[in-house]
């Protein structure tokens, strides 16, 4: 059954929940955000994809800023490049292409915000979709993904997740980890040191003002 447009989550949210589910809340469920170096720096390297338009030269027509959406599914998004390929059947084939600062990552949240995307493709486009494609912008070079049965699996499965957190309303407690907490641009928002009782950072920042 198709979805309102309001029940539909970003596919952003996915990477955000494999990444930490209490960020994604505090993003999706709370509404907070703050920049930092990183995130500023993925943002420049998007710009060149977020602008929509249309180009085409030895066999590939790309298409920038794509809006996506998967009903079924409950996502919705937009996809920095899609390539489509023409087969020598004069058939074009979609290929879907991430941009991402920084260099690969050890967890698969770029790869399942890749296959969302792919999946969107297949339901709009009523094809099949067996790869797409990260870009780094530190290494400066693609990763060829594969849309497997596994990672198609593991989508599903953070879609799942994912949309029953944001439809709880409720946000994870915080757990301070060095590794994940240092570099996320949230820190000082999430306050993982302070608040281990699972508050919300509303609650927090209003007791700060009360304090003052």
Same mark, same amino acid.
């Given at each position: 059954?198709?979805?309102?447009?309001e029940a539909?989550?970003p596919?952003?949210?996915l990477?955000?929940?494999?990444?930490?589910?209490?960020?994604?809340?505090?993003?999706? @469920?709370?509404?907070l955000?703050?920049?930092?170096?990183h995130?500023g720096?993925?943002?420049?390297?998007?710009d060149?994809?977020?602008k929509?338009?249309?180009?085409?030269?030895?066999?590939v027509?790309?298409?920038?800023?794509?809006?996506?959406?998967?009903?079924?599914?409950?996502?919705?998004?937009?996809?920095? @490049? @899609?390539?489509?390929?023409?087969?020598?059947?004069?058939?074009?084939?979609?290929?879907?292409?991430?941009?991402?600062?920084?260099?690969?990552k050890?967890?698969?949240?770029?790869?399942?915000?890749l296959c969302a995307q792919?999946?969107?493709l297949?339901?709009?486009l009523?094809c099949?979709i067996?790869?797409?494609?990260?870009?780094?912008?530190?290494?400066?070079?693609?990763? @060829?993904?594969?849309?497997?049965?596994?990672?198609?699996?593991?989508?599903?499965?953070?879609?799942?997740?994912?949309?029953?957190?944001v439809?709880?309303?409720?946000?994870?407690?915080?757990?301070?980890?060095?590794?994940?907490?240092?570099n996320c641009?949230?820190?000082?928002?999430?306050q993982?040191?302070?608040?281990?009782?699972?508050?919300?950072?509303?609650h927090?920042?209003r007791a700060?003002?009360?304090?003052?």
């Amino acid at each position: 059954m198709d979805m309102d447009d309001e029940a539909l989550i970003p596919l952003s949210a996915l990477q955000h929940y494999l990444y930490c589910p209490r960020q994604c809340a505090l993003i999706h @469920v709370e509404q907070l955000w703050a920049e930092s170096q990183h995130t500023g720096e993925g943002r420049l390297l998007h710009d060149k994809a977020d602008k929509p338009k249309m180009e085409r030269r030895k066999g590939v027509r790309t298409v920038t800023a794509m809006p996506l959406a998967q009903p079924l599914l409950g996502i919705t998004g937009v996809a920095d @490049v @899609v390539e489509f390929h023409m087969g020598e059947d004069g058939v074009e084939r979609p290929y879907p292409v991430e941009y991402k600062r920084g260099r690969p990552k050890p967890h698969q949240a770029d790869e399942v915000q890749l296959c969302a995307q792919a999946l969107c493709l297949e339901h709009m486009l009523n094809c099949q979709i067996p790869e797409g494609a990260l870009y780094y912008g530190e290494t400066r070079r693609r990763i @060829v993904v594969s849309f497997d049965e596994a990672l198609r699996s593991l989508t599903c499965q953070t879609i799942e997740a994912t949309r029953a957190m944001v439809a709880s309303g409720h946000t994870p407690s915080a757990t301070y980890s060095a590794k994940l907490c240092d570099n996320c641009s949230l820190l000082d928002l999430c306050q993982p040191r302070l608040l281990h009782r699972g508050e919300s950072v509303q609650h927090w920042l209003r007791a700060q003002l009360k304090g003052e």
